[in-house]
């Protein structure tokens, strides 16, 4: 198979394809003019991301597969679609379970497609004990877009992470990003107090509360406070919204935020749509304001250089498994430990040590 080389970024190119070079199809606007992005991929990864940018469902849908399981083709496609990538806004949104993220996710989305904005959701769900895939939910709940070409959902199984997203929702997003999406919405899978991973990819972060859950104070700890740009009461219509709010504001005082910016509260019902136009205009407002300040910019850089931590632990952790505790010497190293014939510590260091070899 032969290999093409991929050259993205001179203005002089859209609009006038040349032999080897991608052709920008759709979303021609966020490849950065004046900057060159340079990479090897084979002629059918080329075809392949020719397709997801013109649009066909069936092509995007391969290539999330493809990330999600890590199939061999898998990198060469996020080198590429990565040179496409940087244009769409990430929204995050997590709360606690029943808090009605999915709702919540499905009228912004409306709402944003009033605007003829396209939009991609990955729903993140529990993991079926029986197939290890997504229990699917969040999609069934928004359903009602399956028809409209503008709407791409997609659902995520956590299978076994923690914080509130899958391991591969990241590249996702760079995948729904390169195919000429205007905004990725992430839903969580709604794990509660730990669930603080979105902050680590979404440009703009939304946490849902609800009343009449128990203790709500106890619902906005544990970091939830400090990783919110807009916090929503859904179901305001319920007794208790008021007393929400006013923790909400109790606690805002003693959080302290590096950017100057207050989250706003924003009521919803979003079964009805009430409230839903308000949120996205401060989303929008938001989004504004980062645009505006250097915090947009510092907030990307965050979010990358804990991004490029997580790459570099599961990278290592691939090869170690692969290269050190194969063929059953994990089996043998629990063995010798649990035996007291050996300590981990030992161990760790014999195997950290040989990866520079």
């Not at 999330?64 to 990430?90: C, H, M, P, W, Y």
């Not at 497609?113 to 699917?136: E, H, M, W, Y």
Request: charged share 25%; hydrophobic share 40%.
């Amino acid at each position: 198979m032969g290999l093409i080389r991929l050259i993205f970024g001179s203005d002089d190119m859209v609009g006038a394809p040349q032999a080897g070079i991608l052709h920008c199809e759709v979303g021609c606007e966020s490849v950065r003019p004046t900057e060159e992005v340079v990479g090897i991929v084979s002629e059918e990864t080329k075809g392949w991301v020719d397709r997801i940018r013109a649009g066909d469902v069936r092509a995007l849908a391969r290539a999330i597969t493809a990330v999600e399981n890590r199939s061999a083709d898998s990198a060469e496609l996020l080198k590429a679609s990565f040179a496409l990538s940087g244009k769409a806004s990430v929204l995050g949104f997590t709360g606690a379970p029943g808090a009605g993220k999915s709702t919540l996710v499905d009228g912004v989305a409306r709402e944003y497609r009033k605007a003829n904005k396209t939009v991609g959701i990955v729903a993140i769900d529990p993991t079926s004990p029986f197939s290890g895939g997504a229990i699917l939910g969040d999609r069934i709940r928004m359903q009602g877009h399956y028809a409209d070409p503008g709407i791409f959902i997609r659902s995520m199984a956590t299978r076994g992470s923690l914080g509130g997203l899958a391991r591969t929702t990241a590249d996702v997003t760079t995948i729904l990003d390169a195919s000429g999406r205007d905004l990725v919405m992430v839903e969580t899978v709604g794990v509660g107090q730990d669930e603080i991973d979105i902050v680590k990819l979404a440009d703009v972060t939304v946490v849902v509360l609800v009343p009449g859950m128990g203790d709500d104070v106890q619902s906005i700890k544990a970091g939830i406070m400090e990783i919110a740009d807009i916090f929503v009461i859904n179901k305001a219509d319920r007794d208790g919204a008021e007393r929400v709010e006013r923790e909400i504001k109790a606690l805002q005082s003693l959080a302290l935020r590096h950017d100057a910016w207050i989250p706003p509260i924003v009521k919803t019902v979003a079964a009805n749509g009430e409230g839903i136009p308000e949120l996205v205009a401060k989303i929008e407002e938001y989004r504004s304001f980062l645009d505006k300040s250097e915090a947009g910019h510092q907030k990307r850089i965050e979010n990358w250089r804990n991004r490029l931590v997580e790459m570099l632990r599961d990278a290592l952790l691939e090869r170690v498994e692969r290269d050190h505790l194969g063929n059953g010497a994990a089996g043998r190293y629990a063995a010798e430990i649990a035996d007291h014939k050996r300590d981990p510590y030992t161990i760790i260091e014999e195997i950290v040590g040989a990866l520079g070899h």
